[in-house]
């Protein structure tokens, strides 16, 4: 039995775990103001939020319904455009309304559910966060110039935000009804699920990559559901080590603090993966296990040297490096039924740098043509270790074994780059595909390889030492 509460109404269901959430809102719930799109996690149409109880608040997130297996709602407060609603417009629909942020409505229910779990977070009345809260969401009448008017009024509106009372503000100043303030006693009540089926056919986490490949199988499969399972989430520090449970999700990399502390440029590397709504859900298993060779986060968490625990069934537990999980396309040294149950890596100490890379079409919700991370360590301008890690370019998340080794014990100099740049390329053979042709694609890895130096040691590495290098090719 799934038990959640819909807007304000407690739904008990015995329907498929693995249907969508959109269809059950739609179909079974009636309610029709959650659009279906692209049914891909792209258009943002279906947009819902998601509240989940934590230390007895509600922490509300976006996500997209399409994606979203109907099992992981068990426990949550789901809200739709029509919970949303009060007596009068919200100062969220009233702002589109008066900017005519809309036009055929088709995308306004998603821009509005979107701008409301912005009032809701932790951004409400920061601008670029604002506009970043609709990042996912696409409209094809407006041009988004009206919308993002909308936008930014309502950061303004927001600043008063009472962040230590915020669903008393929010309810008293009508951007979300009175009833929400009954949500998290009644989450309370509800439990944790019946146990899973004892042989699962599949194993589901946030659901983003299996939704959009599988969408009929998941419907009719026995699933294991991971996103929330204990032991497969949180995010812990232990002195030096970081340790991800499987199920963590990209935004919680972000809201974690000794993680922002360590890479300040997190919030731009991960501003280029996917959108809002993904992020919200996106687990790091799930996007190690889909063995994208354009993976973003398994990109980066190879040239962090992260280590994998694998727990079987049986409790039998197994580490590995995440470099030897990757065997060939789409092959992996995981057994069937085996669950990652937890990444770790180690934070950069001051002589370590990392960085991050993506290029890709389209600069925001689009998959990388090539994407790389680094870590480096230098001291007394020699680097004495370095792990890379490039997307795009091979059959698999590609760790550069080679490269990386004869790095180490090597002066920090544009020399060492040139050399270390050609031993790069005889470790790969990029194939042409629709992200680009073999060349285009050893061109943007050479060029993501001195950008990366160029970002961590720009007093070492400028323009005037690697553009010669790159001209001449
Ligand atoms: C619109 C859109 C944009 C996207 N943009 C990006 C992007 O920019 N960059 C990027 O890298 N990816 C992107 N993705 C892909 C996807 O969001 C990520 O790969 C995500 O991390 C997958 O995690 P998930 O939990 O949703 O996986 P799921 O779909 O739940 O599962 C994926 C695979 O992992 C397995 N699995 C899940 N959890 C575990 C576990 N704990 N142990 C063992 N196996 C497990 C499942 O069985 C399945 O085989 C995008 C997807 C969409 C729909
Ligand atoms: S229908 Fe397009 S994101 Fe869900
Ligand atoms: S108003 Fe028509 S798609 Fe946005």
């Not at 739904?11 to 309610?31: H, W, Y």
């Not at 094809?140 to 303004?156: F, N």
């Not at 699962?200 to 026995?222: C, E, F, R």
């Not at 030492?465 to 001209?471: D, E, I, N, T, Y």
Request: aromatic share 6%.
């Amino acid at each position: 039995m799934i038990t959640f509460i819909l807007n304000n109404h407690l739904i008990k269901t015995e329907a498929p775990a693995g249907m969508s959430l959109l269809n059950f809102i739609r179909n079974e719930a009636g309610l029709k103001g959650t659009k279906s799109g692209c049914k891909e996690g792209d258009c943002g149409a279906c947009t819902v939020l998601e509240g989940i109880l934590h230390k007895g608040k509600v922490n509300y997130k976006t996500i997209v319904s399409c994606l979203t297996p109907l099992g992981n709602a068990h426990g949550k407060h789901i809200v739709t455009v029509e919970g949303i609603n009060t007596d009068d417009l919200t100062p969220v629909q009233q702002e589109i309304v008066n900017s005519a942020g809309t036009q055929c409505g088709f995308c306004t229910p998603g821009f509005i559910v979107s701008l409301t779990g912005y009032s809701l977070g932790r951004q409400a009345g920061l601008k670029p966060a604002a506009i970043a809260s609709v990042a996912g969401n696409i409209c094809r009448c407006t041009g988004y110039k009206s919308i993002e008017k909308a936008a930014l009024k309502l950061a303004d509106l927001l600043k008063e935000k009472d962040f230590d009372h915020d669903i008393e503000w929010l309810s008293a100043h009508h951007f979300i009804p009175d009833y929400f303030k009954t949500i998290p006693q009644r989450l309370a009540d509800i439990g944790k699920r019946d146990s899973s089926p004892a042989q699962p056919d599949m194993i589901i986490g946030g659901g983003t990559d299996l939704m959009v490949q599988k969408p009929q199988l998941v419907k009719v499969s026995a699933l294991n559901l991971t996103l929330d399972k204990p032991g497969l989430t949180g995010i812990t520090q232990q002195g030096n080590t970081i340790v991800c449970g499987g199920s963590v999700t990209v935004n919680q990399l972000l809201d974690f603090e000794p993680l922002t502390a360590a890479f300040p440029k997190l919030k731009d590397w991960f501003k280029l993966v996917s959108s809002e709504q993904i992020r919200n859900t996106a687990t790091l298993a799930g996007n190690f296990v889909n063995a994208s060779p354009i993976g973003d986060m398994s990109i980066l968490f190879l040239a962090l040297e992260a280590t994998l625990t694998l727990v079987l069934p049986t409790g039998a537990k197994r580490k590995l490096l995440l470099k030897d999980f990757f065997l060939d396309y789409k092959k992996l040294d995981l057994a069937k039924d085996e669950i990652i149950e937890s990444v770790e890596f180690d934070l950069p100490d001051k002589h370590d740098s990392v960085n991050f890379e993506k290029v890709s079409k389209r600069l925001h919700l689009d998959i990388a043509s090539v994407n790389s991370a680094i870590k480096v360590t230098v001291e007394d301008n020699i680097i004495t270790h370095a792990s890379l890690a490039a997307g795009g370019i091979a059959p698999v998340p590609k760790y550069f074994s080679k490269t990386s080794e004869w790095l180490s014990g090597k002066p920090l100099s544009a020399q060492t780059l040139t050399k270390a740049e050609e031993i790069m390329q005889q470790e790969v053979s990029p194939i042409s595909d629709v992200r680009g042709s073999t060349s285009y694609k050893r061109l943007l890895l050479r060029q993501l390889f001195f950008a990366h130096f160029m970002e961590m040691f720009p007093q070492v590495i400028t323009a005037d030492v690697v553009l010669p290098v790159l001209k001449a090719y």
